[in-house]
C-alpha cells in the first residue's frame, strides 16, 4: 500500500522505478517464506503496473490537471490500455468542467452579493460615489466582490435619479417579479438546467433590475428582494442541493400573486406590486407564508373594496329580507352573511 501510494504520487521516475521495484522484492521474499505461491506472484506482478499507472492517471487528473495532460500528450500513461485511458479522459474533462462551473457560479453570486449590499446602503442613504467606483475598479480587474461598468452606472444613478411615482414603481416591482419566473418551475423550486445558459440568464436579469434602479422605477428594497432571490437560485446551482421548503413555499405564494385580480381592480400590475410588498413586509414580521399571504390579500382588499371595512364580522346587519350577521370575507373582500339567529 505504501509504494503503491509512491509510485502514484511520485515526480520523478526514478521513484516510481523503486517504489515498483521495491514492491517486486517484497513479493520475492513472500514466495521465500511460502506466504504466497509463485504463480500468486507473477499474476500480482503482471497486473500491478497497469493498476497503478490507472490509478496515477486519475490522481493526476484530479490534483493538476496540467501534468495529466502533458503526461497523456507524451504517451507516459504507456502502461494503460486505451480503453482505460479514455474513461481517465472522461473523469478528467467532467471534472474540469464541475471545477470551472463552481468557479463562474461564485463569481456570479459574489456580484449579486455585491449588489445587494449597495442596494441596502443606498436605501439607507450609507453609499457614496467612491464606493461604486471602488467595486467597478474591482470588476476591471477581475476581483469576485466587483462590478461591470452597466452595473456601476445604474448604481451612481441610483443617487441622483428623481424617483418615479409610486404607482409606477409597484408596477415596475410586479413585472420583474413575474419575469423571474424563468429561473424556477411551477412548484417554486429552483431549475437545474446547463450553468452557463442559467448565468448568461441570470446576469440579463440582474442588469435589467439595476437598470429599473437607476431610472427611478423601482424601490431599491424590492430590487433587493427580487436580487435575494435570484442569488438563491445561484446557490442551488453551485451545491445542486433541494434549498429550504420555507424559500420554496414563498416563491409559489409570490407566483400566485403574479396571477392575482380582484373584480375590483383597476390597475392590476400596480396591485400585484402592492400585494407583493405586503407579503414581503409580513414575512418580515415572522409571519408564516400561510399567513403572510392571507394579510397581504386582505390589505389590497381593504384597499380596493369599501365592503371590506364597510361590514365588520360578527356584527349585525338590517336588510330587506332580514337581519344578516358577519361571519367572514370573500377572496375579492366582500362580506359573507348568514341570518341572525
Not at 509510485?7 to 514466495?31: F, H, P, R, S
Not at 435570484?230 to 451545491?239: E, F, M, P
Request: charged share 35%; glycine share 4%.
Amino acid at each position: 500500500e505504501l509504494n503503491h501510494n509512491i509510485y502514484v504520487t511520485a515526480k520523478t521516475k526514478a521513484e516510481k522505478d523503486k517504489a515498483y521495484n521495491d514492491t517486486v522484492d517484497l513479493l520475492e521474499e513472500n514466495v521465500a517464506k511460502g506466504v504466497m505461491t509463485a504463480e500468486k506472484a507473477a499474476q500480482y506482478r503482471n497486473n500491478m503496473r497497469k493498476e497503478w499507472s490507472l490509478d496515477e492517471a486519475y490522481y493526476d487528473a484530479r490534483n493538476n490537471k496540467e501534468l495529466y495532460d502533458y503526461k497523456r500528450d507524451n504517451g507516459l500513461y504507456k502502461d494503460l490500455y486505451e480503453d482505460d485511458l479514455a474513461k481517465v479522459e472522461t473523469y478528467a474533462t467532467n471534472l474540469h468542467k464541475k471545477t470551472m462551473d463552481e468557479y463562474k457560479i461564485g463569481i456570479a453570486k459574489a456580484q449579486i452579493n455585491t449588489a445587494i449590499d449597495l442596494l441596502d446602503k443606498i436605501d439607507k442613504g450609507k453609499a457614496t460615489l467612491e464606493e461604486i467606483d471602488r467595486a467597478q475598479v474591482l470588476g476591471e480587474i477581475k476581483s469576485p466582490d466587483g462590478i461591470d461598468s452597466n452595473v456601476a452606472n445604474s448604481f451612481r444613478k441610483m443617487l441622483s435619479t428623481r424617483k418615479q411615482n409610486p404607482d409606477i414603481r409597484l408596477s415596475e416591482y410586479a413585472k420583474l417579479s413575474a419575469e423571474s419566473d424563468i429561473f424556477f418551475k411551477e412548484d417554486g423550486s429552483v431549475k437545474t438546467e446547463d450553468v452557463d445558459t442559467s448565468l448568461k440568464k441570470l446576469k440579463v436579469y440582474r442588469d435589467k433590475v439595476l437598470q429599473s434602479a437607476g431610472e427611478g422605477k423601482l424601490n431599491e428594497p424590492d430590487a433587493k428582494q427580487l436580487l435575494e432571490d435570484v442569488g438563491i437560485a445561484a446557490n442551488i446551482l453551485a451545491t445542486q442541493k433541494a434549498e429550504s421548503n420555507v424559500e420554496t413555499e414563498k416563491r409559489k405564494a409570490r407566483k400566485w400573486m403574479w396571477g392575482w385580480k380582484s373584480k375590483y381592480s383597476k390597475d392590476i400590475d400596480v396591485e400585484r406590486g402592492r400585494l407583493l410588498q405586503e407579503f414581503n413586509s409580513a414575512i418580515n414580521d415572522g409571519k408564516s407564508v400561510a399567513e403572510a399571504q392571507a394579510i397581504a390579500v386582505d390589505r389590497l382588499n381593504i384597499a380596493l373594496n369599501d365592503n371590506r371595512t364597510k361590514y365588520i364580522i360578527d356584527n349585525n346587519y338590517k336588510f330587506p329580507k332580514g337581519i344578516l350577521r358577519v361571519t367572514g370575507y370573500d377572496d375579492y373582500g366582500d362580506p359573507i352573511f348568514e341570518r341572525a339567529k
